[in-house]
């Protein structure tokens, strides 16, 4: 039997679906993107990979296509073509697309049609393209150079917050020191935890829904760091808009706290651009990563962008996948 496999790698781990006779399994491994001298380990990750999919009880024995949406391509991602080595014999791949995760979180949610995706999870990009000739990139510099309104930004802004309570500075929240005393103990022992980590940004993240929670109990600290993610998100949507339609959506497990986030950052986006319209996400990232393996076992996507590689069963790469930017990429 054969079929076709989604996989999302992000900040806060991976997730599958695979398809196989009119039937969906799911999969998910909550761990972070394994990384080697910072960047995306692709050896490792690969194994993951196929362990997910192998556990995933109605897996067939090849896959027709495969798509994998991951973090960081293709600035901390090297040789992508590392996961067809690895998973193409296994799964007897006729097709597997390598792309950035904006990619697949704008097709999960808005299909294969032009218009602007904020992906917010651990970190921020946002990709406003038609997948032809426009592909604009905003944020997605990584949480100490960007990521503005995601996850590990809310959760780092939200620990500073409680750590100037501790202290005795203004600004602080003893709302908020309370929520990292109950997940991570002593400030020092977060210090500890953050710093020694290969992964800091999945821990800051890991401290978002605390301060989701001080906002809904009325901490107006916590509440001013999820209107100011809010604006952020918008300030970031609006970035990457030239040249298409404004029509808007997002994804990512940031947006799960709509009653805090939406208001801002859709008011940031109208007041920004004037005539914006909204469209909720049809889909996720993992099912958009779907959605582009089937595409691809039909022919039907080819590579446009760096964002974007496509092998086929011959063992090659589409040349295309190699061409410079095309023109309106940021």
Do not use: K
Not at 180 to 205: I, K, N, Q
């Amino acid at each position: 039997m054969s079929g076709f496999a989604g996989v999302d790698v992000g900040g806060g781990g991976i997730r599958t679906r695979i398809e196989s006779g009119g039937e969906i399994a799911y999969g998910e491994d909550p761990a972070p993107v394994p990384r080697a001298e910072g960047r995306v380990d692709l050896d490792r990750l690969a194994t993951r990979i196929a362990s997910l999919i192998g556990d995933a009880g109605r897996a067939p024995v090849r896959l027709d296509g495969m798509a994998v949406g991951v973090t960081g391509l293709p600035g901390l991602v090297r040789e992508p073509e590392a996961l067809w080595r690895a998973l193409g014999e296994r799964f007897g791949l006729g097709t597997l697309v390598v792309a950035g995760d904006m990619v697949t979180t704008h097709v999960g949610a808005l299909g294969f049609r032009p218009g602007v995706v904020v992906a917010a999870g651990t970190g921020v990009i946002t990709l406003g393209t038609d997948l032809d000739r426009v592909w604009n990139q905003s944020d997605g510099w990584g949480h100490l150079l960007g990521d503005h309104g995601g996850g590990a930004w809310i959760g780092g802004q939200g620990l500073q917050a409680a750590l100037r309570a501790h202290d005795g500075r203004a600004g602080g929240s003893p709302a908020l020191l309370e929520h990292l005393t109950a997940r991570f103990g002593h400030p020092l022992d977060l210090v500890a935890l953050v710093y020694e980590s290969a992964s800091p940004a999945h821990h800051l993240a890991s401290f978002a829904p605390s301060v989701a929670d001080a906002a809904r109990a009325g901490d107006p600290v916590a509440r001013g760091i999820w209107t100011e993610a809010g604006r952020q998100l918008g300030q970031t949507a609006v970035a990457a808009a030239p040249g298409l339609d404004p029509v808007f959506s997002w994804g990512g497990r940031v947006f799960d706290a709509a009653d805090l986030l939406m208001e801002p950052f859709q008011d940031t986006v109208r007041d920004l651009l004037p005539g914006a319209r909204f469209t909720p996400p049809a889909g996720t990232s993992a099912d958009g990563a779907l959605a582009l393996a089937r595409a691809a076992a039909a022919g039907e996507v080819r590579p446009r962008h760096p964002y974007l590689y496509v092998y086929a069963a011959s063992g090659s790469r589409s040349a295309a996948a190699a061409a410079p930017p095309p023109p309106r990429t940021r």
